[in-house]
């Protein structure tokens, strides 16, 4: 899911049913298990942070040469179904093509799956590298997508570099492995200064204006890093640091997992704030239709109890495929998620479902009896990747105490929707930037919560 681009719920769910039911991404899956429990291992010393990284980075690239086979023989059943059919071959034969064709499609689409959830465990190594700083990791997302390295000179020329740092006891995090870090190759920690360094390898020594321009906005991006500023694509974002830590439910979410195994479903509600419920969906399609779908409709009117009135407006209801099937700069992945690493992997794979529902009016009501004068703002309709704006109103706060007011996008409400945050969690955000801003002009931000405490990311 990148924050800027409208996704379709019904599509997402189709895509990550066939790739999940597809023979490639099940004769695959154990990989992807053995090695986030590695990841987990290498994070607390138990496992060679170097290997892992190179681990990943096999798999990586062999799901991605799994995939471009599978595009060309794409490409090759296409033009036999156009042979077929211009030669009048049997309906037999022309249906035998089109279930082949539409198979090999399935592999592709669970190739990319798989290869996006190998790069989910490198970004959950990435977080904790960059102490889950998720504003540095959100500057450093700011880039088009990278596509998976080949094997040849360059990819050579990197591993040799990563060795030279190991032999130097330098950490470091070849970029390659996830999908947050799309700036240079190579990101190093200097363990003396507390600061990371950026670096590209190339393989040659010619200078282009290509390798110029990626110099240079290399060079902008590291001093992005040092200042917590970074202007991109018209705009400028800036790094706010929260005081507190972040509050969240998650760890009620792990005993609504929990709940979930022995009883197929469960929930919870947050006075009319925040509501999930819970799938057990690797158990619940073995019931019989009509119970399962009592259950499911119970249950989901049980999360639907969180509206209290025909007039609250909710956001649009959210599930845990969503930062599956995509991408999102502004989420942390479901590795780092501080509950049992066998429901996270649950979570990640699709054994559960989750669907998440946020009140905004709900959480006006509860900002209102501390204090605070709300305002809902009315999103654009009909928005398209062509017209998405970068920032998105949804909620106007005003604090007479303090005589200061801000705008609320919809990007924290989501982020705080996916991640279950409770509502003090943005409040604190509001007071953050109030504190730190002099104006009540809305400016572009992305948050820093110190990872201390009972909900500190894993």
């Not at 291992?41 to 990586?60: C, R, V």
Request: aromatic share 12%; hydrophobic share 40%.
């Amino acid at each position: 899911m990148d924050d800027r681009i409208p996704t379709s719920y019904k599509e997402d769910i189709h895509q990550f049913s066939v790739a999940i039911s597809n023979a490639f991404y099940m004769e695959n899956k154990w990989i992807l298990q053995d090695l986030f429990e590695k990841s987990l291992a290498a994070k607390h010393g138990n496992y060679s942070i170097f290997d892992i990284q190179f681990e990943i980075l096999k798999e990586i690239i062999a799901v991605d040469s799994a995939r471009r086979k599978f595009k060309k023989q794409k490409e090759s059943y296409a033009r036999t179904m156009a042979d077929l059919k211009a030669g009048n071959a049997s309906v037999e034969r022309i249906k035998l093509a089109q279930d082949q064709l539409q198979l090999i499609d399935h592999s592709i689409i669970a190739a990319i799956l798989l290869m996006g959830q190998l790069r989910s465990i490198g970004d959950g190594i990435a977080w904790w590298f960059l102490k889950y700083d998720r504003a540095l990791l959100r500057l450093l997302a700011e880039h088009d997508y990278v596509t998976p390295p080949r094997v040849g000179k360059g990819l050579h020329t990197e591993i040799q570099r990563c060795a030279e740092l190991a032999s130097q006891g330098r950490p470091f995090l070849l970029n390659s492995i996830t999908n947050f870090l799309r700036y240079g190759d190579i990101t190093v920690y200097d363990t003396t200064k507390g600061t990371y360094e950026l670096i590209e390898v190339k393989s040659g020594t010619s200078r282009t204006t290509r390798t110029f321009n990626q110099g240079r906005q290399l060079a902008l991006v590291q001093e992005a890093v040092k200042t917590g500023t970074h202007s991109k694509f018209g705009f400028t974002l800036t790094k706010i640091a929260c005081k507190s830590p972040l509050l969240t439910y998650v760890k009620m979410l792990e005993r609504v997992l929990e709940e979930a195994t022995a009883n197929y479903v469960s929930s919870r509600v947050f006075g009319d704030y925040l509501s999930f419920c819970v799938f057990y969906t690797k158990k619940i399609i073995g019931l019989p239709e009509l119970q399962s779908k009592a259950m499911a409709e119970e249950v989901i009117r049980r999360s639907l109890s969180v509206f209290k009135t025909k007039r609250d407006v909710p956001l649009p209801i959210m599930t845990n495929i969503l930062p599956t099937v995509h991408f999102s700069r502004v989420l942390a992945p479901y590795t780092i998620f501080p509950i049992r690493s066998d429901l996270r992997f649950a979570l990640m794979t699709g054994e559960f479902g989750i669907l998440i529902q946020l009140n905004i009016t709900g959480f006006e009501r509860w900002l209102q009896k501390r204090g605070w004068t709300t305002k809902y703002i009315e999103p654009p309709k009909n928005l398209s990747l062509k017209n998405m704006p970068m920032h998105i109103p949804i909620l106007q706060v005003f604090n007479k105490n303090i005589r200061k007011g801000t705008e609320i996008g919809i990007d924290t409400l989501t982020v705080a929707q996916m991640e279950l945050w409770m509502p003090e969690s943005i409040e604190r955000i509001i007071l953050t930037i109030m504190d730190q801003w002099p104006t009540t002009q809305y400016q572009y931000y992305t948050n820093y919560f110190p990872n201390t405490g009972k909900y500190a990311w894993d």
